[in-house]
């Protein structure tokens, strides 16, 4: 079993920056990929980033030189570094993580979610 435990959210004024992270603990071996996602008011969740174990990158098409996700795994922590930030970045932020529980088999677990607010 995987936990998440997220940091970082806040209040911003648009043109700054925030950086989350999330720390995991369990059983981590078997972490294959984590993520942030995030969804705002009357919208679906959807991908914000994301990096597998072997340190490939993905990233929404809104967010791209903008928002640099990272990992440290001596902390087991993923991290998201959110710079130029925009009224429409304004979400609960979740960070994903996907463990491999078989043979081409995956489970996803989530973080409690944090706010991030960005006025105008």
């Known amino acids: 079993q995987v936990q998440l435990v997220e940091s970082g959210g806040g209040l911003v004024q648009a043109g700054g920056s925030l950086r989350l992270s999330c720390a995991a603990s369990?059983?981590?071996?078997?972490?294959?990929?984590m993520g942030w996602y995030r969804q705002a008011p009357g919208k679906q969740r959807e991908l914000v980033a994301a990096i597998t174990l072997g340190g490939s990158t993905n990233y929404a098409d809104s967010v791209k030189g903008r928002f640099t996700i990272s990992r440290a795994n001596a902390k087991n922590t993923v991290y998201l570094q959110m710079n130029s930030l925009k009224p429409e970045d304004t979400a609960v932020y979740y960070c994903?993580?996907?463990?491999?529980?078989?043979?081409?088999?995956?489970?996803?677990?989530w973080g409690q979610g944090t706010q991030v607010t960005v006025s105008s």
């Open positions: 369990g059983s981590i071996l078997s972490i294959i990929a």
């Open positions: 994903n993580n996907r463990v491999a529980i078989g043979v081409d088999l995956v489970r996803d677990f």
